[in-house]
Every structure is written in C-alpha cells, then in structure tokens.
C-alpha cells in the first residue's frame, strides 16, 4: 500500500532582500515528489520551480509571512506544511515570531517566544493577550501554558517585542491541546432495607461522555448482589440478618476502569 508523503514546516528569515527556500517533503517508498503552493504569501512573491523557490518580501514589507504548500507522489497527496518567514528590514521595527505548539490534554508545555531586531538591539517580550483556555506561568520569554482540566481543542495567545524604541508586529502562539481519554469515576453509593431485596442504580461519571460498563470487585459478605452491566443491580439480603454490608464496583468507558466505589448496605431486619 502506497504511503503518503509527509511534509515539513519551517521556517526562514530575510533582512529584507530575496531569499532562496527549499521546500521540504519525505516519502518512505522513496518515490519522486512533485509539490504545489496551497496558499501564496500574502506580503510577498515566490518564483522558481518548486522545491527551489525563492521568496522576495514586498518593498519595505518588515514582518511576518508565510505560505503553505503540498507534495505529492504521483498517488497520494501530503498534508498541508506551512514555510515562516520573518522579513526583518535593518531600517525597520522588531519582529515577534508565530509559532504552533502541540501537547496532550491535562499536559503543560514548556514555550520559548523568538524576535529579531534588525540592530541587534536587546527585546523585551509583552504578552498582548493571554490564552482562553489555559495559563501561563514563568518569565517571557521563557513561558509555560498548562491547560485548563480536562480541555482538549485549540488556544492561543499573543505577544509583541520591545527594543526600547519601537515595538513589533504582534505574533500568535497557536496551541493545539489534543484530547487524551480520562479514566471515569465511581460513587460511593448507601442504602437501607429492613430484609427485602434492594433494585438501586450504580453511578459514574465520565468527563468525556464516553458510555460507560459496570462490574463487582468484590461481592457482598451478607447476601448476594446481581448487577448489569448498565449499572442496574439487586441486592438480597441472607435471611434475617441485620447489620451492615458492603461491595465494591467499577465503571468502565471501553478503555479504561475508574477507582473502585463502594456500596454501603444497612439491613435492619424484618419487621
């Protein structure tokens, strides 16, 4: 079965002049690529043959850019890679880089923040605004962003660049938090009965809505316990016996058990 090919972001900076790209693509069969501009850059032009292109910014233009593009290996087409480029003009103003960082849900992720200044001058790094759905912690430009629990879907936040006379462009840092399952959770559950069976309802919850599967640990020690795997059981009491008894359960989301919960039982006899 053909694979296909994988291609590669990266990213490149100019002073301002025409610089040469090579764009970047793998195949492991190891066949010849062929490759297309998805998007154009929007502050400049590409010319060449691609892979070796060469992008020239537009005059004056100081900022960032970019442009996507695709390989192909005569079967199958890659997924979309994205070329960066920061145009930093010697005559212009500092430029705070984009990036696009990944982590798993519940997972914090160390992010460094970038410039240029085209004097070389020292930055000083502002958040501009702060993520939706997550925090950050330490001192730009070396931050951290822990997520918000449980929350799986895309964040971003963004920032500028100081060289103590000019300010940048602001840059977004795009977060994507991809989901990760989460183990549901248990109850503890009592109940009461003066010697008749007792039909009760386990409960779990699970966070990301997954349908759930009930089983005993361990059984009752003064009367038996039928449960299905909804969730619904039966408990009988043995006899007349009064006194407390007890089982423990699990929930299950099809990849996971929860902790194990626990049925608290009274039985006061019957009357």
């Known amino acids: 079965m053909n694979d296909a090919p994988v291609a590669s972001d990266q990213a ?7 610089k ?23 502050h400049g032009t590409l010319s060449g043959t691609a892979p070796n292109l ?16 695709t390989a192909n290996d005569g079967q199958a087409t890659s997924n979309v890679a994205t070329v960066f480029i920061t145009v ?29 200044d085209p004097a070389g001058r020292p930055l000083r790094f502002r958040i501009s605004r702060p993520p939706v759905h997550g925090r950050l912690s330490g001192g ?4 951290v962003y822990v997520p918000d629990a449980n929350y799986n879907g895309p964040d971003s936040f963004t920032f500028h660049v100081v060289d103590g006379d000019l300010v940048s462009n602001d840059a977004v840092i795009s977060i994507l938090i991809t989901p990760v399952n989460d183990a549901p959770v248990a109850s503890d559950l009592k109940f009461s009965t ?8 386990l409960v779990a919850t699970d ?11 361990t059984g009752p020690e003064k009367g038996t316990v039928v449960v299905n ?14 006194g407390s008894d007890t089982f423990t359960y699990v929930a299950n989301d099809g990849l996971v058990d929860s902790a194990p919960a626990t049925v608290h039982l009274v039985v006061t006899g019957k009357p």
Do not use: H, K
């Open 194 to 201: 003066n010697g008749a069976a007792i039909d009760g309802q």
């Open 20 to 42: 040469a790209i090579v764009l970047s693509a793998t195949d492991v069969e190891g066949s010849p690529l062929t490759y297309a501009i998805v998007t154009a850059p929007a």
């Open 229 to 242: 795997a909804n969730g619904a059981f039966r408990y009988t009491p043995n006899g007349n016996r009064n």
């Open 88 to 116: 930093a003009n010697p005559n212009g103003t500092p430029v705070a880089n984009s990036q696009s960082i990944l982590t798993p849900e519940d997972t914090a992720v160390d992010i460094m923040l970038t410039g240029i």
């Open 140 to 143: 730009a430009p070396s931050l």
């Open 54 to 69: 060469t992008y020239t910014p537009a005059p004056a233009y100081n900022g960032a850019d970019s442009f996507t593009f």
């Open 207 to 217: 966070v990301d809505g997954n349908p759930l599967t009930y089983r005993i640990i």
């Open 12 to 18: 490149v900076a100019t002073d301002g002049t025409p």
